[in-house]
């Protein structure tokens, strides 16, 4: 039997990474699926980029790129003099952990028709199952993400996407499932693009999921892991970003 641990949207929180891997590995994982995401917040990108590469030498790790890993990767001087965060980031990775992100495909395809993504399979700026309404995301109508999945691979099973730090689970169709499994470091946030929203667990735990492949069937677990972030709040706090120390003890966006 086939078992991965998949996470995503680490977004730089060691605590919580460290967290869910503990869990992973006290549930037997040896495998493990990283959708993106992985170094942008203003927590503890180096250690986090550190953890990775360590599992790497220790386990099966396959390892995708999210919209905010090429805006790390790709940051300009003027967009550096103009975003504090990002600043910090370049500041704290160094050159190996910035070739460690470039080097990352858009996206992947492994055994028993599993394919990952980390927003569509053609954009990693768009959210695959959630569409924005007032403000807040609802549910996409079936014809509506089949539209945005377009043509998979025929002998596609199981789709697995991040992005919007909402950990869900569509039956799309009787042959194709796609799992979002949360996030593993951001329980919530506000954005304007491409609308005003939020997104919210309301949870402050870490998330993410298993998944197993047994009798040609693929079957998940979400998992909500708590852990202590007020580590992660205070590394925050100390960056200038009350919005992540909140959204990071309560698991909503500020208001």
């Known amino acids: 039997m086939s078992r991965y641990a998949v996470l995503s949207d680490i977004h730089s929180n060691i605590w919580a990474l460290n967290a869910v891997l503990e869990d992973a590995l006290n549930s037997g994982i040896t495998q493990f699926i990283n959708l993106g995401d992985i170094l942008y917040g203003p927590l503890a990108p180096h250690a986090t980029y550190q953890r990775l590469v360590d599992l790497e030498k220790h386990y099966a790790v396959t390892t995708i790129s999210g919209n905010q890993d090429r805006d790390i990767v790709a940051a300009t001087e003027a967009a550096l003099a103009a975003n504090p965060t990002l600043r910090f980031i370049h500041t704290e990775l160094g050159d190996d952990a910035l070739a460690w992100l470039s080097s990352l495909p858009f996206d992947a395809h492994l055994p028993n028709g599993l394919q990952l993504c980390h927003g569509t399979p053609q954009s990693d700026l768009i959210y695959l199952l959630e569409t924005i309404q007032n403000m807040r995301t609802t549910l996409r109508s079936t014809s ?22 909402l950990p869900r689970q569509v039956e799309l169709n009787t042959t194709l499932t796609i799992v979002n499994p949360g996030s593993v470091g951001l329980p919530a946030y506000a954005d304007d693009e491409p609308a005003p929203h939020r997104m919210e667990t309301r949870s402050n735990c870490a998330q993410y999921a298993i998944i197993s492949f047994a009798n040609q069937q693929w079957h998940c677990e979400q998992r909500a892991i708590a852990y202590d972030f007020e580590p992660a709040a205070q590394a925050a706090l100390a960056r200038n970003r009350a919005d992540w120390a909140h959204a990071l003890r309560t698991g909503y966006a500020p208001i």
Do not use: N
Not at 144 to 165: D, M, N, Q
């Open 144 to 165: 509506e993400i089949e539209a945005l999945v377009g043509k998979l691979p025929p002998a596609t099973r199981l789709l697995l996407c991040g992005h919007t730090h």
